[in-house]
């Protein structure tokens, strides 16, 4: 079965850090773009960031450049996003999600989400 | 960056159809055929519908269709049911290499 699960989530004062994972199985990682998308409550979504199939292309949306940074472990088949910096209104559910192409097109399989509360 | 844009709702009697525009730019769906929708039930996470604008992915419903024109792409549910009552968003790649997705459209039944 085709799965991604995200982990890290939880609560942080402002100012602080916090690396999400986001763990596939069932398809060959390796070989697909992958995307961190967000969602406050009662809001919409939010495409983040993405990172090409080898890790060597990565992309930002212009409102989290800088604080944000992508990376993946082809050989643990996870995917990482870094938060700097956080503050109140990064508080979300943050869900990884697969492309159906090696860098970013279209998000075929997503994961169930892990929140995030940034307060003091 | 600004996102697409989507009526925040619609609403439709079962067993009629219902069309969701969504608008952007020439630097989005004007440039580009990397359309897609999603549909998100509360509490789920998203799935995708349509990809390349019109595109149906294995297992979904031929009820659902889509389309694009210049700086909009549409999206239509024929035969309207009570499962289709949800949440749905568009999405396109932008020409800075973003994605960028629309407010969303909440559907009633």
């Known amino acids: 079965e085709v799965q991604l699960v995200e982990s890290g989530g939880g609560l942080v004062q402002p100012g602080g850090s916090l690396r999400l994972s986001c763990a596939a199985s069932g398809f060959s990682f390796r070989i697909f773009g992958m995307s961190w998308v967000r969602q406050a409550p009662g809001k919409g979504l939010e495409w983040l960031s993405a990172i090409s199939d080898s890790g060597d292309s990565t992309y930002y949306a212009d409102s989290e450049k800088g604080r944000f940074t992508i990376s993946r472990d082809n050989s643990r088949e996870t995917l990482y996003l870094q938060m700097n910096s956080l503050r109140g209104e990064d508080t979300a559910v943050y869900f990884c999600?697969?492309?159906?192409?090696?860098?970013?097109?279209?998000?075929?399989?997503w994961g169930k989400g892990t929140a995030v509360t940034v307060s003091s | 960056q600004s996102a697409l844009t989507q009526p925040a709702s619609v609403s439709g009697s079962p067993g009629q159809s219902i069309t969701i525009s969504c608008t952007g730019t020439s630097s989005d769906i004007g440039r580009y055929h990397y359309v897609s929708w999603y549909q998100q039930r509360p509490g789920k996470a998203p799935k995708l519908i349509i990809f390349?604008?019109?595109d149906r992915p294995s297992g979904v419903s031929s009820r659902f269709s889509g389309s694009r024109s210049g700086n909009t792409a549409s999206l239509t549910i024929s035969g309207l049911q009570a499962e289709d009552e949800a949440d749905y968003y568009c999405?396109?790649?932008?020409?800075?290499?973003?994605?960028?997705f629309g407010g969303g459209t909440k559907l009633t039944v």
């Open positions: 999405c396109c790649y932008r020409s800075s290499k973003t994605l960028v």
């Open positions: 390349d604008a019109s």
């Open positions: 999600a697969k492309d159906v192409s090696r860098t970013i097109t279209h998000l075929d399989v």
